[in-house]
């Protein structure tokens, strides 16, 4: 894999992304899974919504990106390129059938456990802790490709190229699909609070 000068200034994780790859098979993917382990099966949870299937995809996951670690060509950023995979079995996930009744059953389990998580901690941490839960939970309930752009860009931190390279589609799409969604998000926000207040 060849580092131009340009590709390091444009890709600051390159140089990592090269040291991984220099690895053993076995040795890359410990370190794959250390440094993005979390990340991975939180952009996987945002998918699936549910913590055992997310723990089944995310071991999906690091199985294919094990297998296919040698056809790793360096156009995006390691980063950008795990997401990819994990992107696209979530999705898979998504449209298998057996699948849906578990997921509404997760969102009424998760829906009734929200209502008391908060109970014993000091007011203000409550509050923001309530706020960024609600956020999240509008975020979660945007169509699928609104919801994966915000998700990977404000969350996941990716630039727009980035998020471009992990969905496979044109930067301008990305920041179509983030106006949209934001849109999407700040009505949904204004109406819940017009529907409370």
């Not at 898979?92 to 057996?98: E, H, K, V």
């Not at 509404?104 to 203000?124: A, G, H, I, Q």
């Not at 609600?134 to 996941?156: A, G, M, N, T």
């Amino acid at each position: 894999m060849k580092v131009g000068h340009l590709q390091v200034v444009q890709s600051p994780y390159q140089e990592q992304d090269l040291k991984i790859l220099q690895l053993n098979p076995n040795q890359a993917i410990e370190v794959i899974m250390d440094t993005y382990g979390d990340e991975i099966k939180r952009l996987i949870f945002t998918y699936v919504k549910n913590t055992s299937d997310t723990d089944d995809v995310t071991q999906e996951v690091f199985v294919t990106i094990y297998r296919k670690l040698g056809t790793f060509q360096g156009r995006s950023s390691l980063k950008s390129w795990l997401y990819s995979i994990a992107i696209n079995k979530s999705k898979d996930y998504l449209r298998s059938w057996q699948n849906r009744n578990s997921r509404l059953k997760e969102k009424l389990s998760l829906f009734s456990k929200t209502v008391n998580t908060d109970s014993d901690t000091p007011e203000d941490v409550a509050v923001k802790q309530n706020e960024s839960n609600q956020l999240l939970k509008q975020v979660l309930s945007l169509p699928i490709k609104y919801r994966e752009v915000l998700v990977l860009h404000y969350f996941k931190e990716l630039s727009t190229k980035e998020v471009g390279d992990a969905l496979h589609i044109k930067e301008a799409t990305v920041r179509t699909r983030l106006t949209r969604g934001r849109e999407l998000l700040k009505t949904i926000l204004e109406e819940r609070g017009v529907n409370n207040g």
